[in-house]
């Protein structure tokens, strides 16, 4: 019988694909709750505050959410929802003996729109110094529910305290009960790391083995090896009773790509754990799915389960899929300086560890792996071969250039030219280029949707057309807010 694990504290591991470290909570005894068999019959009274208030929308997507359904009872069924929070874009406090992030995590179980049951935790992630943190580091983050069957949707959201910004993720869950007579497959949790543990009161262990799941369902470079695990239950149990294990790779149009070698193995229990792992060096990048199948020998019943995941190799083309995961293949078309152009633009929307880091790649190749995981990391919607957020960045940059530009400068990298690439068109522009009682011509630009309602006042010091940001009530902004009295009337 397998004995699944629910235990209340949350392990936090920092996953690095090759390797992982285990990172101090900011507050120890952070719970994760694990419900009872009937805690999602209906929806009940929240005890979980909304943790989105003053943060504001971040503009990058810097996490993924997945789940998985295991057997628990007749009656019911085990829900694991995990996150996979990206670190390389989580902001950093600088401290004296290192450097910190500071994220909290909300899940919400819902039904109906109403909130069921649901889990918040803060957490701390110290380094020592900035060389330890490099591209391709993931935080791993689990939520356990027991569920009866219906339909839910499941929320996450993981808020960046140092950044003040969030992101959030949904999933829609159809939960229905594992039969407790017929043979039937779990669902395939893929992970970056699976090894045998002892530490039982680990979230992450699964029947002795300690399960880092990937949610992004990604792996290539720097992530090469996928790992699965899944659970078969119902087999036939005897003297000399086996069971076969067929695994294979399909492409999109569901034709075999890679098949491993099938294992037969004696049914030691009716439950048992099937789990493995195999490199995607022979894959090319696009869109694949996994399919496991079983066959319980005495009685000749053939069951499979299978789930989509994503390859994708720097510098490799993409192949025409139903989801691409990545546009990598769009920076083999752009030329050196086209790419080193690029990431001159997008320093405006990196968190400050990141740019750091990035002004320090010296070679045009590392450049477009770091602008295809930038883009893929902040991709609003995977499931079109284009990142809609580049290609309206990019539009707004040529926009400036093409009204904001002087003899001495191009129009993304003036004043207002930052502020129109960051975010778009204003609301309203308060014009006062000729305005008797002003020394100086200003102008006011007016958001509406952000931050409740914000503005930028730029003045043109100099009578030349070049506008100067002078005063802003958009927090990180400059904030002058005598600023007629000392730019534009002249005392």
């Known amino acids: 019988m397998i004995v699944r694990i629910n235990c209340m504290f949350v392990l936090f591991s920092l996953l690095l694909y090759s390797s992982f470290a285990v990172a101090q909570p900011a507050q120890p005894g952070a719970d994760t709750t694990v419900m009872d068999s009937t805690s999602l019959e209906a929806p009940v009274e929240s005890t979980v505050e909304s943790t989105v208030t003053g943060p504001v929308l971040s503009q990058f997507r810097f996490f993924n ?9 007749n009656s019911a069924v085990q829900m694991e929802v995990y996150a996979l929070i990206d670190r390389q874009f989580l902001a950093l406090d600088t401290l004296e003996n290192g450097v910190q992030a500071h994220y909290q995590i909300t899940f919400k179980v819902l039904q109906n729109d109403s909130l069921v049951t649901g889990d918040s935790w803060t957490r701390t992630d110290f380094s020592e110094s900035l060389d330890s943190r490099h591209s391709g580091q993931r935080i791993p983050e689990m939520a356990q529910y027991i569920a009866v069957p219906g339909d839910y949707q499941v929320e996450v959201v ?9 992101q959030s993720d949904e999933l829609t869950v159809h939960v229905e009960l594992f ?15 699976i090894q045998r543990s002892d ?34 239950y119902n087999l036939t149990v005897g003297d000399s009773t086996e069971y076969i294990v067929q695994r294979e790779v399909l492409n999109d149009r569901r034709q075999v790509e890679l098949s491993l070698p099938p294992r037969h193995r004696h049914i030691p229990a009716p439950d048992i754990v099937e789990y493995g792992s195999f490199d995607v060096d022979e894959l090319n990048t696009g869109s694949y799915i996994f399919q496991i199948t079983v066959t319980d020998v005495a009685s000749g019943i053939v069951v499979s389960q299978e789930r989509p995941f994503w390859v994708y190799f720097v510098g490799q083309e993409v192949r025409p899929v139903y989801r691409i995961p990545d546009i990598g293949a769009d920076f083999n078309m752009i030329s050196d300086e086209e790419i080193l152009q690029e990431m001159e633009w997008v320093y405006y929307i990196m968190p400050s560890n990141v740019a750091r880091a990035a002004r320090e790649i010296d070679s045009p190749e590392a450049r477009r792996a770091f602008l295809a995981q930038f883009w893929r990391a902040n991709d609003p919607d995977q499931d079109t071969p284009i990142c809609e957020l580049r290609t309206e960045y990019l539009s707004r940059v040529t926009e400036a250039n093409a009204r904001f530009s002087s003899f001495t400068r191009d129009g993304w990298e003036t004043d207002r030219g930052r502020v129109y690439v960051l975010f778009g068109e204003p609301d309203h ?7 008797m009682d002003a020394n100086k011509a200003y102008q006011i630009w007016e958001f509406d949707a952000i931050e409740g309602g914000v503005h930028f006042v730029f003045v043109d010091r100099t009578n030349n057309g070049n506008y100067v940001q002078v005063h802003s009530n958009k927090e990180g902004e400059i904030y002058n807010p005598n600023w007629r009295q000392t730019e534009v009337q002249g005392y």
């Open 179 to 193: 039969s407790p007579t017929e043979l039937v497959i779990s669902d395939i949790t893929y992970a970056s790391m």
């Open 158 to 166: 993981v808020v960046d305290l140092v950044a003040n910004v969030y």
């Open 199 to 232: 530490d039982f009161a680990s979230e992450f262990n699964h029947n002795g083995l300690l399960v880092l799941p990937n949610a992004e369902r990604i792996f290539g470079t720097g992530n090469n090896t996928l790992y699965y695990y899944s659970e078969v």
């Open 429 to 435: 522009i308060d014009d006062h280029s000729f305005d």
């Open 65 to 73: 959410a997945d789940y998985s359904l295991f057997h628990y009872s």
